[in-house]
């Protein structure tokens, strides 16, 4: 990407710089354009140091410091050969591009998303199935660590869960659901995570729903089946079956929503293999008042 770009100052930027050696350098700028010249012009961090000139080889826009955060350390985690993956990757559609602008650049790292492997000696990305569901995989990990730091953080940002949600829609439509045969337990358990919280996405949440009950024994977790059943039940205004949703009474103490037979809601969760509603309501009133 040799072209000189102005970047808008408009969200964070997470970018790879390739110097002398080969040597890759990940990191984040919310003035991308300021950052480069600086660096350009000698202003160069100590990590780079002998390793000039460097070129901008990959870039893709955030709207927070924390999910940028987030996919930042995803990419610092790849092997070296997965990281030439998504530059193989990324370079190839850049040069394919017709328009080579800021905004393409962005747009290429947005659409390749966390690429699969690329064949030996081949001229394009070469997705098998194994590749797709690593990349889908490392994906939904990385969108569930931004998950998790916007609601560890002091500001609420629900653009997250919506672009969230509608990531998960097209992997869903791509792979079916993400089971721990595909993509692995964590990323499975994400999978739920990230569903979970597309409470703007009732029929989504629906969906997920029906494809978690089909999968064979294995495949899903049976908590999360549950997890996500009640909070369906509770959108809908219906009792619940586990008892895993609570809100707070008139005076203020935590409370499981309304309960469907609730002398048989233990049985329920042993079922799944959750401990006893008194066990949970005991847990989520220590958390609240910790």
């Known amino acids: 990407m040799q072209e000189t770009l102005q970047f808008p100052q408009e969200g964070v930027y997470v970018y790879i710089l390739r110097g002398l050696n080969a040597y890759l350098w990940i990191s984040l700028s919310g003035d991308l354009t300021t950052r ?12 780079l140091k002998g390793r000039t000139p460097v070129e901008l080889v990959y870039v893709r826009r955030y709207p927070s410091l924390e999910e940028a955060r987030a996919v930042m350390k995803t990419l610092k985690g790849y092997t070296r050969e997965r ?13 394919a591009a017709t328009e080579k602008t800021a905004d393409t650049a962005c747009q290429i790292g947005e659409q390749i998303g966390f690429p699969p492997a690329r064949a030996s000696g081949s001229r394009a990305p070469v997705r098998s199935k194994n590749d797709t569901f690593q990349a889908i995989s490392a994906e939904m990990i990385a969108m569930s660590e931004a998950d998790q730091a916007m609601r560890k953080s002091s500001v609420w940002d629900t653009s997250i869960d919506v672009r969230n949600t509608a990531r998960m ?18 990323a499975a358990q994400m999978a739920w995570l990230l569903v979970q919280h597309a409470g703007h996405d009732r029929d989504f ?18 908590r999360n089946i549950a997890y996500l059943e009640d909070r369906v039940r509770v959108s809908e205004g219906r009792p619940q079956l586990y008892g895993t949703q609570f809100h707070a009474s ?8 309304p309960i469907e037979d609730q002398d048989q809601v233990d049985t329920r969760r042993a079922e799944v293999g959750l ?3 008194a066990e949970y309501t005991a847990n989520i009133r220590s958390r609240r008042s910790s």
């Open 169 to 186: 829609r097209q992997i869903v439509a791509e792979i079916g659901w993400p089971t721990i045969s595909k993509v692995g337990k964590q």
């Open 36 to 47: 480069l010249a600086a660096i350009e012009q000698g202003g160069v961090p100590l990590s």
């Open 205 to 222: 949440q629906r969906t997920c729903l029906a494809l978690m009950r089909a999968q064979p024994a294995g495949e899903v977790d049976a």
């Open 275 to 277: 401990g006893t509603l």
């Open 83 to 95: 990281k030439e993956r998504l530059l193989a990757c990324y370079t190839e559609s850049w040069q």
């Open 250 to 257: 008139e005076q203020g103490v935590l409370e499981p929503f």
